[in-house]
Nanobody, 124 residues
Framework: QVQLVESGGGLVQAGGSLRLSCAASGRTFSSYAMGWFRQAPGKEREFVAAISRSGGATYYKDSVKGRFTISRDNAKNTAYLQMSSLKPEDTAVYYC?????????????????WGQGTQVTVSS
């Protein structure tokens, strides 16, 4: 089992940047694919980005490609989401998630463990 704790959210102006971190407990972090999802008020939670166990493969929602970068440091048991050129429509609670069994990475149903979320607010 793994516990996930997100940090790094906050209030930023449009065009600004934030880096989210997801710290994982346990000694098997490298055995989990990691994903970032977000949920805006009144909307369903949606996929944002994912990274494979080794970090060699990454996946992104079309609207964040070129602006967001997912990465991981297996030695530090931490995943990151670097967000740049932020837009008001990026405002949401951002969640990190861990997937223990190799499967598709786009659906939240494929993930086993979730963090509590961190709020990102982008002002116009």
């Amino acid at each position: 089992q793994v516990q996930l704790v997100e940090s790094g959210g906050g209030l930023v102006q449009a065009g600004g940047s934030l880096r989210l971190s997801c710290a994982a407990s346990g000694r098997t972090f490298s055995s989990y694919a990691m994903g970032w999802f977000r949920q805006a008020p009144g909307k369903e939670r949606e996929f944002v980005a994912a990274i494979s166990r080794s970090g060699g493969a990454t996946y992104y929602k079309d609207s964040v490609k070129g602006r967001f970068t997912i990465s991981r440091d297996n030695a530090k048991n931490t995943a990151y989401l670097q967000m740049s050129s932020l837009k008001p429509e990026d405002t949401a609670v951002y969640y990190c998630a861990a997937q223990s069994v190799v499967a598709g990475v786009l659906s939240e149903d494929e993930y086993d463990y979730w963090g509590q979320g961190t709020q990102v607010t982008v002002s116009s």
